[in-house]
Nanobody, 115 residues
Framework: QAQLVESGGGLVQAGGSLRLSCAAS????????VAWHRQAPGKQREWVAT???????NYAASVMSRFRVWRDNEENTVYLQMTSLQPQDTAVYYC?????????WGQGTQVTVSS
């Protein structure tokens, strides 16, 4: 079964760091861009960052210089390093990609930042 699985979320104090992983099964992540999105309670899902198939990255203004996204094609995994976390970063984080004409989303991983 083709799927994406996020991991690495948890509870962290403000100013702390977390590294999220997006591991793919039966999906070759190197063929397309992979994006991270997040959804906070009561808010719409928002885009966070993208790593293109060639490795180029883009970030939302709210996370620029604090988050870093990269891919490890050998591990077929994409990572999101989050630093200087703030309570407003609290959300469920999802990774998504397209493969063979179909969009895939993971189940999400919860990130909670306490003040």
């Amino acid at each position: 079964q083709a799927q994406l699985v996020e991991s690495g979320g948890g509870l962290v104090q403000a100013g702390g760091s977390l590294r999220l992983s997006c591991a793919a099964s039966r999906i070759i992540l190197s063929t397309n861009g992979v994006a991270w999105h997040r959804q906070a309670p009561g808010k719409q899902r928002e885009w966070v960052a993208t790593v293109a198939s060639g490795g180029a990255t883009n970030y939302a203004a709210s996370v620029m210089s604090r988050f870093r996204v990269w891919r490890d094609n050998e591990e077929n995994t994409v990572y999101l390093q989050m630093t200087s976390l703030q309570p407003q970063d609290t959300a469920v984080y999802y990774c998504t990609t397209s493969f063979r004409g179909r969009a895939y989303w993971g189940q999400g991983t919860q990130v909670t930042v306490s003040s």
